[in-house]
């Protein structure tokens, strides 16, 4: 490393080495400021744009499943389980284990007081059918209903798009 009080290798000989990097090619103090701004505008860059690709990658409310209606399918099944989670994230609300012939699956039923509202309630070993979009969590498979209907009574969840019905026709899950 050169001694900081000697020329660096610009033209302008008076330019301490200590304000300018080794490839610098500035004429002037002015100038290696302004490579020392131009670099720090630069990290600063690369640290937005690689916040907003993981906040993309995790999708909507941070790591939220959303509703695809291209995995839409329909599955009848036992309940095994009911739990209510209120801690917040996209876990919140009602869930359901429903029990099919061929596996168990965690459905993702939508805010419990939305569900008691339309006068739908769920018990361990009720037969259920659900149509809903079925994705995958933490390489679980996942269903997140838009219907389900008990004893001929249906509750509707979402719309074909698989907007939630509660959210007033803003895009949540």
């Not at 610009?10 to 200590?18: T, V």
């Not at 995995?71 to 209120?86: C, H, L, N, P, R």
């Not at 009720?126 to 969590?137: A, R, T």
Request: hydrophobic content about 30%.
């Amino acid at each position: 490393m050169p001694d900081p009080g000697r020329n660096h290798g610009c033209q302008n000989k008076y330019i301490p080495y200590r304000y300018t990097s080794r490839a610098c090619s500035c004429r002037s103090f002015t100038d290696a400021k302004r490579h020392g701004k131009q670099s720090i505008a630069l990290f600063i860059s690369v640290i937005l744009l690689t916040i907003a690709v993981i906040a993309q990658a995790q999708g909507p409310r941070g790591g939220a499943p959303s509703y695809d209606p291209k995995t839409e399918t329909k599955i009848s099944g036992t309940v095994a389980d009911v739990q209510q989670f209120s801690r917040g994230g996209w876990r919140t609300g009602t869930h359901i284990t429903l029990k099919t012939d061929s596996e168990t699956l965690d459905v993702h039923v939508g805010p419990s007081q939305y569900v008691s509202s339309k006068q739908f309630s769920f018990a361990k070993g009720d037969q259920i059918e659900v149509l809903g979009s079925k994705v995958k969590i933490a390489e679980a498979d996942v269903l997140i209903a838009r219907e389900i209907t008990k004893a001929g009574k249906t509750l509707t969840l979402r719309n074909a798009q698989g907007i939630p019905l509660w959210s007033g026709g803003r895009r949540a899950n």
